[in-house]
């Protein structure tokens, strides 16, 4: 039998390294406080796809209920917690949540997340806070090798008012900066006839990197107040990082929302070794808006099946084999408690004993069961 | 690890060589690499693949940059960072059909390697059309009698003139691109920093 593209069979270290990467994120955040949230996986369409979420249908796996509705599987975690958050006792502030999330642009329909969300908190303690669970948990995973990038909505949205691009042309333009197209950039922004905020927007699109950029934009934008804050936040965390010991803190200033519930402080971790992005969230105070909520709402989510693919896996268990019959079973079972620490399985015939570092046998003797080596 | 950068084979192969030579790069193993995929040289990878292969090698991470012409990056849309144009690789993309052809009243059939960029025309027009994909020689298909037109590149227009088809419209001026994985972009900024820099100005960069 084939299976559909994107679905698989899986067995093994990537299953235990998986449910290992859940389990101690499970304790990590309870021990920071979380409060543990699941969403059904069944959800109406609308969740995702509303105004304010802004989420592509094209993307999702749906079908019409008996109702003639659109349902979809749960195709992200953030919107989901949100509606579902607004129903809660609101002091609870820390939210985190573990499980799958479906999409078609995904390489694999199905991918493992664990995420948490912190509302009703003021600015820096929550942007801090993610951050440093984030640190945490990627210490506790002995996942070093690994860099945290910052970024900031506010930017492209201070340099592109005064251009009064119509909503397609500021989304081309949104378009053209997510793909650091610096040439249509310089279009799009210049074709107002602005060509000193052009230059602008086209010099952001090569605004990444560590300190050395924060320092050089905190000059520049000296003379205006909403970018100069938006920068000296930025540094403030990224000093924050460094400070708690990550070792690579980097920023770019030229990045875009890709959702439009984004309205902040924009991060992602990524694996050194691999490029693969590990986590990403940001602020979504207008997420809320959608339940005529003013909050204030930041969160992540974890890649587990990235993290998990980076586990060093940990096979220095010792592996016990008890050779026995149908009626020294029970006595066998016994024995199997006596191993601690140990991979122990008992067998009647001997199959594949080589893969055990030891191997004894159940016989009898004056009518009684004993253990011999084998 | 050297950056790896992945090169489109074929017609923007030797473009590119000349445009690196003139960067006062070494490109003798590049030219003189036989039918090797894959080059060494003392400051880089390259490999070497067709146009759509080169973005899927650049948005998977295993090249750091790619070179390949603007009509690959329309058609297929790939996960990249589609930083800049390069002097060379020029061309347009056009709607044509046969010298003196009436249009039929009924809707109309385009042939073309380029289901996207077709489709996304003739949306942008209002115009529905029946659309087939062909991998090669779309001039062939309305002499055929396959399609009412074609939508495909132009470079000189001479395979169109030398077929019996004229150009309707033409929609696109394409050139080749230098575009980078999304992660490498900013892992490896000081790597990749002096050769992007020499790409995008066309100038030797110390």
Redesign the interface.
């Known amino acids: 039998m084939f299976l559909p593209a994107g679905s698989q069979d899986e067995i093994g270290n990537r299953l235990i390294n998986r449910s290992k990467a859940y389990e101690i994120f499970r304790k990590i955040t309870t021990d920071r406080n979380y409060k543990q949230i699941s969403t059904p996986v069944v959800e109406y369409a609308t969740t995702f796809t509303n105004k304010y979420a802004g989420m592509n249908l094209q993307n999702m796996l749906k079908w019409f209920n008996r109702e003639g509705e659109i349902e979809v599987l749960r195709a992200d975690w953030t919107t989901a917690i949100a509606r579902a958050v607004v129903n809660q006792d609101s002091s609870q502030l820390k939210w985190s949540y573990q499980g799958s999330v479906f999409r078609s642009d995904k390489d694999g329909i199905e991918s493992r997340q664990a995420g948490i969300e912190i509302v009703h908190t003021p600015s820096f303690l929550g942007e801090s806070e993610c951050l440093l669970t984030a640190v945490t948990y990627l210490t506790e995973l002995n996942t070093d090798n690994y860099l945290i990038e910052l970024g900031h909505t506010g930017i492209f949205e201070e340099l592109t008012s005064p251009l009064q691009l119509t909503e397609d042309q500021l989304e081309k333009l949104r378009g053209a900066m997510h793909d650091k197209r610096r040439d249509v950039v310089y279009q799009i922004a210049a074709s107002n006839g602005q060509e000193e905020i052009a230059e602008a927007l086209t010099n952001l699109v090569d605004a990444y990197g560590s300190f050395d950029i924060i320092n050089k934009y905190e000059k520049m934008w000296s003379d205006n107040d909403r970018l100069l804050n938006i920068i000296k936040h930025i540094k403030q965390l990224a000093n924050l990082l460094k400070d708690s010991g990550v070792d690579e803190v980097l920023v770019d200033l030229g990045r875009v929302k890709n959702l439009p519930y984004y309205c902040g402080l924009m991060f992602r971790g990524f694996l050194k070794s691999s490029g693969l992005t590990c986590f990403s969230g940001g602020r979504y105070d207008k997420l809320y808006e959608q339940f005529d909520e003013r909050i204030s709402a930041v969160g992540l989510a974890f890649d587990v099946d990235v993290l998990a693919e980076n586990l060093v896996v940990e096979d220095n268990l010792k592996k016990v084999c008890i050779l026995a019959t149908e009626a020294s079973h029970v006595y066998a079972e016994t024995v199997r408690k006596t191993y601690t620490n140990s991979i122990v399985d008992i067998q009647y015939e001997p199959t594949n004993l080589e893969q055990f570092d030891k191997v004894v046998k159940i016989v009898t003797e004056n009518n009684q069961y004993k253990v011999v080596e084998a | 690890m050297k950056p790896c950068i992945a090169l489109t084979k074929g017609r923007l192969e030797k473009q590119f060589l000349d445009f690196f030579k003139s960067l006062s790069y070494d490109v003798d193993p590049l030219v003189n690499k036989g039918r090797k995929l894959r080059v060494e040289t003392d400051d880089f990878q390259f490999v070497f693949a067709k146009g759509v292969d080169v973005t899927t090698y650049v948005e998977h991470?295993i090249a750091d940059l790619g070179i390949v012409g603007e009509d690959i990056l329309a058609e297929f849309q790939p996960d990249?960072?589609?930083?800049?144009?390069l002097p060379f690789g020029q061309c347009r993309m056009a709607l044509a059909t046969e010298e003196g052809k009436v249009w039929p009243e009924r809707k109309r059939r385009i042939a073309s390697k380029y289901t996207n960029i077709t489709k996304e025309f003739f949306k942008q027009k209002g115009e529905s059309v029946e659309i087939f994909k062909l991998e090669g020689s779309v001039e062939l298909a309305p002499i055929l009698g396959l399609a009412d037109g074609i939508v495909d590149i132009v470079e000189t227009g001479n395979t169109l003139k030398e077929n019996g088809l004229v150009i309707k419209e033409e929609f696109f001026e394409f050139s080749a691109r230098c575009i980078?994985?999304r992660?490498?972009?900013?892992?490896k900024?000081d790597e990749l920093a002096t050769v992007i820099e020499s790409f995008?100005r066309g100038v030797v960069v110390k």
């Open positions: 991470g990249v960072y589609n930083l800049f144009p980078a994985n992660s490498s972009l900013k892992i900024r995008r």
